[in-house]
Each structure stands twice: as structure tokens, then as C-alpha cells.
């Protein structure tokens, strides 16, 4: 069937690096995908999202990009900072706003001093 | 600080048993949905409503349920509980047809 998955279930960086965390999606379907960052103890949190029809979108310090020739979604983060430790998770919509969020498992992000 | 919460924040139940969560979406918000996540993955779809009516469900047996009523709160029911049905369940909203779901800090719920 159709699944989001991460190529790596974790990522160490040193503070101040900068930080990729990669996705591939199988769903060649889906017209939205989001990034969402959970720290313990917490619900997932929107950090950005991006249409099917993009390339690239921008943040404060956080950039999607999405490569759908190869169904692959990025997530860099800039200037990493502890308090960027959490896992992160990528989720795809398929079929409009009112459809549901299909998330990959997840990868932790480890932010050293 | 999110606009959706969750209750209780842990619960432990013995297999068997039913149990009710609830969620109270942020104000505005007529789309509810609820995931469960087990330990170390990604939260899974288990169904959603809009304005009070379920329209889309997961793969999950009929006895998950839930309801949405007009006041922007929610519960979700499990009867029969078994062991694997321990996991945190999460409940998200929004608004129309905004992609932009709110995630509450969930129920950790415990089956022994």
C-alpha cells in the first residue's frame, strides 16, 4: 500500500549546523505534504508544509523542499539549535483538505552542544 | 501553547474494559480527527469528523468510535480493549478547508 517513510531513524548534528532530514512517499497522489516536529510529552507541531505543485518553500530557519520526480521531501534547518531536538516526522494529504494525514514513522533529531 | 485539549493526560485500563477520551478543538475549528501512535511511530489515522458527521475512517475495527458535538468537543470510544490498543492517542482540528491541522498533547493510555 501507499506509506511515508524516513530513510534514517536518527540524526545527530552539532549545535549551530545545519540540519537535513530526508522523507521518501510512495503516493505519487498526494497534492500536500506537511512537516511536524513532537517532543516528549507533546503533540506534533506544524513546522511547514508545501503544495504538490512547489519546489521549494521557506521559513524562519527551516526550508521544504520537495523533488517529485523521485518522490523525496527534505527538511533543512538552519543554524541548529537545541532546542530543535524532538523527532520529526513527514505526513502527506492526498485528495483535498478534508482528507487524512498519512505519517511516516519518524526520526530524531539530536542537537549536541 | 496549542487551542486543542486533550483529557485525561494518562489512563490505565484493564483489557476489556471501555474507555472514552475527549478532546475539545479550538474555537471555530468543525473538522476533529483522532490518531492513535504507538511507541517509536508515526500517528495513525483512525477516523474524522466535520460538523458532527463522520466523513473518513482508517483502518481501525468498529469498536473504535466517536462523536462531535456542536460546542467543538469530541470523544473518542474504545470497547473490548486489548493489550495493543496502548498507545497515545492524539486529537487534531481545523478549520474548512485549511490544511493546517492542531494537534493536541494527546492521551498516553495504558492496557495491562
Known amino acids: 500500500g501507499e506509506s511515508v517513510g524516513l530513510h534514517l531513524p536518527t540524526l545527530s548534528v552539532q549545535e549551530g549546523d545545519n540540519s537535513i532530514i530526508n522523507c521518501a512517499y510512495s503516493?505519487?497522489?498526494?497534492?500536500?505534504f506537511i512537516w511536524y516536529k513532537q517532543e516528549s510529552g507533546k503533540g506534533p507541531q506544524f513546522i511547514i508544509d508545501?503544495?504538490?505543485?512547489?519546489d521549494k518553500r521557506q521559513g524562519q530557519r527551516v526550508t521544504v523542499l520537495l523533488n517529485k520526480t523521485v518522490k523525496h521531501l527534505s527538511l533543512q534547518i538552519a543554524a541548529t539549535q537545541p532546542g530543535d531536538s524532538a523527532v520529526y516526522f513527514c505526513?502527506?494529504?492526498?485528495?483535498?483538505?478534508?482528507?487524512?494525514?498519512?505519517f511516516g514513522k519518524g526520526i530524531t533529531l539530536s542537537v549536541r552542544p | 501553547e496549542t487551542g486543542v485539549t486533550q483529557s485525561p493526560t494518562h489512563l490505565i485500563k484493564t483489557r476489556g474494559q471501555q474507555v472514552t477520551l475527549r478532546c475539545s478543538s479550538q474555537s471555530g475549528h468543525n473538522t476533529v480527527s483522532w490518531y492513535q501512535q504507538a511507541l517509536g511511530q508515526g500517528p495513525q489515522f483512525i477516523f474524522q469528523?466535520?460538523?458532527?458527521?463522520?466523513?473518513g475512517r482508517g483502518n481501525f475495527p468498529p469498536r473504535f468510535s466517536g462523536l462531535q458535538v456542536p460546542n467543538y468537543s469530541s470523544e473518542l470510544n474504545v470497547n473490548a480493549l486489548e493489550l495493543d490498543d496502548s498507545a497515545l492517542y492524539l486529537c487534531?482540528?481545523?478549520?474548512?478547508?485549511?490544511?493546517?491541522?492542531?494537534f493536541g498533547s494527546g492521551t498516553r493510555l495504558t492496557v495491562v
Open positions: 503516493n505519487s497522489a498526494s497534492d500536500y
Open positions: 487534531a482540528s481545523k478549520q474548512g478547508l485549511n490544511y493546517g491541522y492542531t
Open positions: 505526513a502527506e494529504i492526498e485528495g483535498g483538505a478534508n482528507s487524512k494525514l498519512t
Open positions: 469528523y466535520y460538523r458532527e458527521e463522520e466523513n
Open positions: 508545501i503544495r504538490s505543485n512547489m
